[in-house]
């Protein structure tokens, strides 16, 4: 029976579920829309691992990531709980050994990421802006009526340079209307705006960063031919996307799962697929112990407390550790 290692990446827009070999190779991914319910979106891809993975598997490691890696770490039983940063950067050095600048750009935020000698040197995230999102792209594709698949074709069919402002939505959408009643081509537009949102990108994440190539490409929004012709034309270089751009923030997790376990020589925490009967209860409230008023996420499974966090000092988490 061979051994897989398991990844989990619970983002805000959808939830990654892959399982890899002991040569890191993709076996199984699957791809959920989170829609507000992490438990939800996890036990969906659970069910759909276990119906889809063959018999002669068996889970011997697992990791989770994205912003609900706490309470899909407690779902599964991870064995490593790991931020994205860590995660994608440990998924691109794996498809890319020689990787030194990541672009990652998701459906809600985007990142960039430096790498050198395979290790974290600098990054910074944006969670704030959506004109350099995935979710941004898809709304002005339905404004123009076209596919969101066929955008980067389109972009890519443009026979005249058209600038699009691109620091804000609503300055992106008045633009692109009053360069419609110019008379400019759809392509032309699409064009614009893919080239906008990488300046807007590289101006928000890149600014006063020395960034050198290998450039890997990933996240949702490296389907999107434009947005690639668009960062090779600001970089001058070719821009590499992986074959499994789209998880490999999941596939991050597997990987460092299957490191620690490997350095530790521990046997993993997986709960198995049981865990799907599981009833698991979130809920909040403000810690009023001192003037931070943390905001603590209370996670009770089957009406026992397994875990809370969000508290800055520990003290809650502590707690939790001498109840279970």
Partial sequence: MGSAYLGIDVGSVSTNVVALDENNQVIFNYYVRTNGQPIESVKIGLKKLRDSLDKKWKISGVGTTGSGRQIAGIIVGADVVKNEITAHAAASINEVPEVRTIFEIGGQDSKIIL???QMVIDFA????????????????????????????????????????????????????????????????????????????????LGRGKVLEPPYVFQGGVAANAGIKAAFEKELGKEVIIPTYYNVMGAMGAAILAKEELAKTGNKTNF???????????????????CSNNCEVIKVAVNGQVAAMWGDRCGMWQEKVKKIV
């Fill in 115 to 117: 790498i050198k000698d």
């Fill in 125 to 204: 995230m944006n969670t704030v802006c959506a004109a350099g999102t995935g979710s941004f792209l898809d709304h002005q594709a339905e404004r123009l009526g076209v596919s969101i698949e066929n955008f980067g074709e389109l972009a890519l069919s443009s026979k005249n340079d058209v600038r699009i402002a691109g620091r804000c939505t609503v300055f992106a959408e008045s633009d692109m209307i009053a360069k419609q009643q110019f008379g400019f081509s759809k392509p032309d537009i699409i064009n614009g705006l893919c080239l906008a949102l990488v300046r807007n990108y590289m101006n928000n």
């Fill in 271 to 289: 709960k198995g697929f049981l865990s799907l009967q599981t009833k698991f209860q979130p809920s909040s409230f403000i810690c009023s112990g």
